[in-house]
């Protein structure tokens, strides 16, 4: 199975756009393009997960004009995307088509192809207790990196191709939740990624 973008090349920078930050602020946060196909026999369902496993784990650090991040930073993963339950006759999805700009408080019926389930992402726990941006945060969010990391971030678009037409999933999932219901049950995986950041001395 192969999975590609026409919004960004493998291993390529991902235009602002497709980000939910940019150097003065939000971005356009739009998902981004994504095709597959060669999708093995007896699929039932795809799931999809983007996941950045480039995440500082000091988040005092995180944002802050008199340090930098250090590459050498342990890091963590985050969670940018977790849709399941996409029909097996799928095999793109359009950029923008499920999601489109930035909402205060996360999207809570965000688009989709009919009948896909879409999980929280990671931004609901950033933002939890925040009063103007906390809320719970579902579909796609795209990058928002701090500024004074010196790490370049991957973003990683995972596709599962699955034996079933639906996971057995909590009504708010997340990405774990995907991949524990999806174990046993995946016929073939593809992934793609980009890289994104908002640290001035990267960006060339």
């Not at 500082?56 to 991040?69: C, K, L, N, S």
């Not at 930073?73 to 700009?101: K, M, N, Y």
Request: glycine residues 10%; contains cysteine; charged residues 20%.
């Amino acid at each position: 199975m192969r999975i590609w973008s026409e919004s960004f090349e493998h291993r390529g920078p991902i235009p602002a756009e497709f980000a939910m930050g940019q150097p003065d602020g939000f971005a356009g946060n739009r998902n981004p393009h994504l095709a597959w196909d060669e999708v093995p026999d007896g699929t039932r369902s795809f799931a999809l997960l983007c996941i950045d496993p480039d995440v500082p784990t000091v988040a005092e650090m995180v944002g802050r004009e008199d340090v930098e991040i250090p590459v050498e930073q342990p890091r963590t993963e985050f969670v940018h995307w977790a849709a399941a339950d996409i029909a097996a006759d799928v095999r793109q999805l359009a950029a923008g088509s499920c999601s489109d700009g930035v909402t205060a408080r996360g999207k809570q019926a965000p688009a989709g192809p009919p009948g896909a389930r879409q999980g929280l992402n990671d931004y609901t726990g950033w933002f939890a207790g925040d009063a103007q941006l906390g809320g719970d945060y579902r579909g796609y969010d795209g990058p928002y990196p701090p500024f004074n990391d010196q790490r370049l971030h991957r973003y990683f678009f995972r596709l599962f191709a699955l034996d079933v037409a639906a996971l057995e999933l909590p009504e708010r999932f997340s990405a774990a939740d995907v991949l524990r219901a999806a174990h046993g049950h995946v016929l073939a995986e593809a992934s793609v990624y980009g890289t994104y950041t908002l640290n001035p001395a990267l960006r060339g």
